[in-house]
């Protein structure tokens, strides 16, 4: 006797699920938005107006670190407002498709090029992010948007001149990291386009919102940019005061000195270097003035470790880039770019 299956879409149809207006998916970010504000005013209230005498209440590791975790969000904050109004900018002002026929068609040379973005676009690490998020709901892949996110805070005019002020040709340091930066954000793109679910590196979420990128919107361009405004600031700064106070806790947490006992050794001061870029999460912008105070006490190849790890991977990034990447990605990227910077480094330890 033979059994008759079911029919697979004989299950009872689920009721109709009531779609969400936008008004209550606009009032979500800006609720984020507004505390974010009101928590930037409540600090700056609190620095202008408390007494001095409320800081010695505060232990010498406590107030480190509300200073150090502070330095960070203020030195990282105009980036990311800018990053986020170029997003806007690539999203919504650009013609359709504009980007992505302006590019070059073969992959390699398309990366390439992408990689070259930041000599347009002067924006460290932090700005990077929210602009990378735009060129993927524009169309690019991950590998790409990867590519550009890791380049451009090195390859960009800015970090340029700031690393030849501090250390112009001496030892090959600005050469190694150009091309180090260069060579390195090429490889990570050129791994990941050979991905075979490129878009299972992305968090749902963000998936979601790259489903919906090309949905036609009955709105004006102004208006749009209000709106992504609100909802990548709400989505940044959380990260960013997050990332911030991760670094601010682990540089309270962690010596100096060892570092700088470590800067003796050629292998181990490669990776005590890019421990402390790891930790201290400064811009790329001005790293190579921070760095320039151990440059007689680490090696070259610790200095070019630094420098090119630091604006790729750091506490501060790694909060950033939760919003768009899973947890897992970021592992495999970390590991990798680790692996790549402390070669480079190595090896111009060994030349040097």
């Known amino acids: 006797m033979s059994r008759t299956l079911a029919p697979a879409h004989s299950a009872p149809p689920r009721p109709p699920t009531r779609p969400r207006s936008p008004r209550s998916t606009r009032q979500r970010p800006a609720l984020g938005l507004s505390l974010g504000v009101a928590l930037v005013l409540l600090f700056a209230g609190i ?3 408390a007494p001095e005498s409320v ?29 986020i109004l170029l997003s806007i900018v690539v999203q919504v002002w650009l013609p359709e498709g504009f980007l992505l026929r302006h590019l070059p068609r073969n992959v390699v040379a398309r990366r390439v090029t992408i990689s070259l973005l930041g000599v347009l676009l002067p924006v460290c ?28 805070p090195i390859l960009n005019p800015v970090t340029i001149i700031t690393t030849y002020q501090a250390f112009g040709w001496s030892d090959g340091i600005l ?61 940044m700064l959380p990260a960013l005061f997050v990332g911030s106070a991760i670094a601010g806790l682990i ?55 630094f420098l090119v790890f630091g604006p790729m991977i750091d506490v501060k990034m790694l909060a950033l880039m ?26 111009v330890n060994t030349i040097a």
């Open 47 to 49: 620095r202008m107006f």
């Open 55 to 83: 800081g010695d209440v505060l232990s010498n590791s406590v107030q480190d670190f509300f200073t150090l975790s502070i330095s960070v969000v203020i030195e990282s904050l105009p980036f990311v407002f800018l990053g």
């Open 125 to 152: 690490e932090c700005g990077n992010v929210p602009l990378a998020r735009g060129l993927i709901l524009r169309g690019l892949t991950v590998g790409e948007s990867l590519t550009f996110l890791l380049a451009a």
């Open 175 to 235: 050469v190694a990291r150009i091309l180090g930066g260069f060579v390195i954000a090429n490889l990570i793109g050129w791994i990941y386009s050979r991905h075979s679910s490129p878009m299972s590196l992305l968090t749902p979420k963000f998936q979601a919102s790259c489903a919906h990128a090309h949905d036609e919107v009955r709105t004006t361009r102004t208006r749009r940019s209000v709106d992504m405004f609100t909802a990548e600031t709400a989505a």
């Open 251 to 305: 540089q309270v947490g962690v010596s100096r000195d060892l570092l700088v006992t470590l800067g003796q050794n050629p292998v181990l001061s490669v990776f005590a270097l890019m421990a402390l870029a790891f930790v201290i999460s400064i811009c790329s912008n001005v790293d190579a003035f921070f760095i320039l105070a151990f440059g007689s006490t680490f090696m070259p190849g610790a200095i070019v470790a």
């Open 322 to 347: 939760r919003t768009t990447f899973t947890a897992r990605t970021l592992v495999q990227l970390t590991v990798i770019v680790g692996l790549a910077s402390a070669a480079l480094g190595l090896a």
